[in-house]
């Protein structure tokens, strides 16, 4: 995917998103005519800043939304930027859903905290109850709750780097689907085997392999932890 690209006027400290949609033309009524008017942000961007200090900026890494939402319009996101050699950090806003994204460039750093892993403990919980209702000897809420309890105990040990990531969140942004992979399968029957009947590790067995496609509720949510380290403009 292309970096975003900006261009910052280090004079007025004004940043201009680089899109293709720069040179789009502007449609507007003249008297009674719908006229084409051109527009070149870019070059107006240029023309407003003549004479001052400018750099091009370039995004680095990915754009790391607040509130985790991509889909909300109005959510606040966080970028860095580099201009070749200094790290800056880019806040992106919208003052209405009818306004354009507007940048600015504000003192701090994002930090990386890494990818935590959890299991989707209410979703198993609601599947394994459909599930066994139909069975012969139906799973009582207790060994529901006992096979969550053991699936999260394994998943603590797992790093999430060994984790083949399966499929994408189309909520947030910072979150994706691991897939459960045979070695952490056997690790999970091996704990069940000391707790549940072979009948019931039949059973549980069977429930797994049914349910343990990317997008069904064995899969591991991974969600990437950022944080936006605020620090004094003096500094
Ligand atoms: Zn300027």
């Not at 003249?30 to 870019?42: I, N, S, V, Y």
């Not at 942004?173 to 399968?185: E, K, M, P, T, W």
Request: charged content about 30%; hydrophobic content about 35%; overall charge negative.
């Amino acid at each position: 995917m292309a970096k975003d690209k900006f261009i910052w006027c280090r004079n007025c400290n004004a940043v201009h998103h680089v899109t293709s949609c720069d040179k789009a033309p502007l449609y507007g009524y003249t008297g009674r005519e719908l006229e084409e008017m051109p527009a070149d942000d870019w070059r107006a961007f240029v023309k407003r800043h003549e004479g001052h200090r400018i750099e091009p900026l370039e995004a680095v890494g990915e754009k790391y939304f607040c509130q985790g939402s991509i889909s909300d319009p109005m959510s606040v996101a966080y970028m860095e930027v580099t201009n070749g050699h200094d790290h800056l950090l880019l806040r992106q806003t919208r003052k209405s859903i009818y306004e354009p994204l507007s940048f600015e460039l504000t003192p701090g750093r994002l930090i990386d905290q890494g990818v935590t892993v959890c299991i989707q403990d209410g979703e198993i919980k609601k599947e394994m109850r459909y599930h066994f209702n139909w069975s012969a000897e139906p799973f009582e809420d207790q060994k529901i709750d006992l096979f969550v309890q053991l699936f999260r105990d394994v998943v603590t040990g797992i790093e999430p780097e060994a984790i083949e990531v399966a499929g994408f969140s189309s909520e947030d942004d910072n979150v994706s689907f691991g897939l459960l992979q045979a070695d952490v399968i056997e690790l999970l029957m091996n704990k069940c085997a000391s707790c549940f009947q072979p009948r019931e590790l039949e059973d549980i067995r069977r429930f797994i392999d049914s349910h343990r496609e990317p997008c069904d509720v064995l899969a591991f949510v991974m969600r990437r932890q950022l944080k936006v380290e605020q620090c004094a403009a003096s500094t």
